[in-house]
């Protein structure tokens, strides 16, 4: 059961492949659109233990020559010493502006690699290969590529959009359960976003969607369709992309006060809390029922995922600090606090200017409750 997703972004329009197999279709799908191409797989140590040599064998059966680049896994990979590492490996390929430069691997390959092709002979074309659950239904579609500075995360990079993303949901049968987790809140990000009708459908499906049944390929496919909605709406992030930021900025604050250390918190689990806090927030607001509310919160925790500030181990923050870390975030508009707020299941929407009192008093309370 493939599925397509198009991304109709006019003359950079692409397309996305999802379902079991889809990474052995790399070769055939790249000859397709760039026939006789140089190919350089950029991934890291770990995803090339499991699933290099299926890539290289599809792309060579396609008549295709293929370099690989080899990265340490984790996220300090997305740094200027392995962005200019990995570009002059692809030069030494001799990587040219017809070839192709393939991301094979994570988020974190994919933010490297985009960039590394955006930037490398001005723009060189790629190809995604998203291989966890948050790559393959967020960061792998959209454009938005980079590194981390010592300054802040994705602080350095450009919008480039891929020629193809193939989205082989086997693959992650590998992923630790964890990793699974934290990209399925994304996953439910879409349906509490604007699609109510998917959120009863994860409801309904979840078991399927992770033991990996087509109940899988089928939330990946949605997801995947609702953020290229959006992107395509808004490529560069004006307006409407914002609403993707749905729990991000308690989020990002939980993440920022966990000091990013991925052993105490990942960031689909501090995104998970995030859009739990937005509902009730929404709710204390009178903006949205406590029913919805309740089925969010319950969702969450029914797939293992944490719903409240107190299941966040080692968070001795207090509400002040939490605001604080809060006005730290990149989605802070001249010293406003911007939130997505929800109207119900699947109506969230952008409030600017958020009453920092009453942010206060609802963290205050968020502290109080039973974990
Ligand atoms: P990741 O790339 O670090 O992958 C997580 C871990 O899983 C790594 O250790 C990796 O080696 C391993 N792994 C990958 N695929 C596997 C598989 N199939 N089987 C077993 N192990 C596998 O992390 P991630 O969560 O995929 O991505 C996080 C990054 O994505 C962050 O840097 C974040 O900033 C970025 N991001 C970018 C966007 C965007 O729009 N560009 C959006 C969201 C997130
Ligand atoms: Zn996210």
């Given at each position: 059961a493939r599925r397509r997703v198009e991304v109709?972004?006019?003359?950079r329009a692409y397309s996305i492949h999802i379902g079991?197999?889809?990474?052995?279709?790399a070769g055939a799908e790249i000859a397709r659109i760039a026939k006789g191409a140089k190919c350089a797989i950029v991934t890291d140590a770990n995803v090339a233990a499991l699933y290099l040599d299926r890539v290289r064998l599809s792309l060579e059966g396609a008549g295709l020559a293929a370099a690989a680049i080899v990265c340490p896994p984790?996220?300090?990979?997305?740094s200027y010493a392995e962005f200019a590492r990995v570009c002059d490996a692809l030069i030494a390929a001799r990587i040219e502006r017809r070839d192709i430069v393939v991301a094979l691997g994570g988020g974190v390959i994919g933010d490297l690699a985009g960039f590394c092709a955006a930037s490398l002979r001005r723009g060189v074309r790629f190809v995604q290969i998203p291989t966890t659950l948050l790559s393959q239904v967020d960061?792998?579609?959209?454009g938005k590529t980079g590194i981390n500075s010592p300054h802040g995360k994705n602080l350095v990079g450009a919008f480039h959009q891929p020629s193809l993303v193939l989205a082989d949901?086997?693959?992650?049968?590998?992923?630790s359960p964890r990793e699974f987790r934290a990209g399925y809140a994304e996953v439910v990000k879409y349906g509490l976003i604007g699609d109510r009708g998917f959120f009863d459908f994860l409801e309904a499906r979840w078991r399927e969607v992770f033991s990996g049944g087509p109940a899988r390929a089928e939330a990946i496919a949605a997801s995947c369709a609702a953020k290229a909605r959006v992107v395509v709406a808004d490529e560069t992030e004006?307006?409407?992309?914002?609403?993707?930021?749905?729990?991000h900025t308690f989020g990002h604050a939980f993440e920022s006060l966990s000091h990013y250390d991925s052993a105490r918190l990942v960031h689909g689990e501090g995104v998970a809390v995030g859009m739990a806090c937005a509902f009730r927030f929404s709710r204390a607001l009178g903006l949205c029922s406590g029913q919805d509310a309740v089925r969010v919160e319950a969702h969450l925790a029914s797939v293992g995922?944490?719903?409240?500030?107190?299941?966040?181990?080692?968070?001795?923050?207090?509400a002040g600090a939490i605001l604080a870390a809060m006005r730290q975030d990149k989605k802070v508009e001249r010293g406003r606090l911007t939130f997505v707020l929800a109207?119900?299941?699947?109506e969230s929407f952008l409030a600017r200017d958020v009453d920092e009192a009453g942010v206060l008093a609802f963290l205050e309370q968020e502290l109080a409750l039973a974990p």
């Amino acid at each position: 059961a493939r599925r397509r997703v198009e991304v109709p972004l006019g003359s950079r329009a692409y397309s996305i492949h999802i379902g079991p197999g889809a990474l052995d279709t790399a070769g055939a799908e790249i000859a397709r659109i760039a026939k006789g191409a140089k190919c350089a797989i950029v991934t890291d140590a770990n995803v090339a233990a499991l699933y290099l040599d299926r890539v290289r064998l599809s792309l060579e059966g396609a008549g295709l020559a293929a370099a690989a680049i080899v990265c340490p896994p984790g996220e300090s990979t997305k740094s200027y010493a392995e962005f200019a590492r990995v570009c002059d490996a692809l030069i030494a390929a001799r990587i040219e502006r017809r070839d192709i430069v393939v991301a094979l691997g994570g988020g974190v390959i994919g933010d490297l690699a985009g960039f590394c092709a955006a930037s490398l002979r001005r723009g060189v074309r790629f190809v995604q290969i998203p291989t966890t659950l948050l790559s393959q239904v967020d960061s792998s579609v959209g454009g938005k590529t980079g590194i981390n500075s010592p300054h802040g995360k994705n602080l350095v990079g450009a919008f480039h959009q891929p020629s193809l993303v193939l989205a082989d949901s086997g693959v992650l049968d590998t992923l630790s359960p964890r990793e699974f987790r934290a990209g399925y809140a994304e996953v439910v990000k879409y349906g509490l976003i604007g699609d109510r009708g998917f959120f009863d459908f994860l409801e309904a499906r979840w078991r399927e969607v992770f033991s990996g049944g087509p109940a899988r390929a089928e939330a990946i496919a949605a997801s995947c369709a609702a953020k290229a909605r959006v992107v395509v709406a808004d490529e560069t992030e004006q307006g409407e992309r914002a609403l993707l930021n749905l729990g991000h900025t308690f989020g990002h604050a939980f993440e920022s006060l966990s000091h990013y250390d991925s052993a105490r918190l990942v960031h689909g689990e501090g995104v998970a809390v995030g859009m739990a806090c937005a509902f009730r927030f929404s709710r204390a607001l009178g903006l949205c029922s406590g029913q919805d509310a309740v089925r969010v919160e319950a969702h969450l925790a029914s797939v293992g995922l944490p719903s409240r500030i107190r299941h966040i181990p080692g968070l001795d923050a207090d509400a002040g600090a939490i605001l604080a870390a809060m006005r730290q975030d990149k989605k802070v508009e001249r010293g406003r606090l911007t939130f997505v707020l929800a109207r119900g299941i699947g109506e969230s929407f952008l409030a600017r200017d958020v009453d920092e009192a009453g942010v206060l008093a609802f963290l205050e309370q968020e502290l109080a409750l039973a974990p």
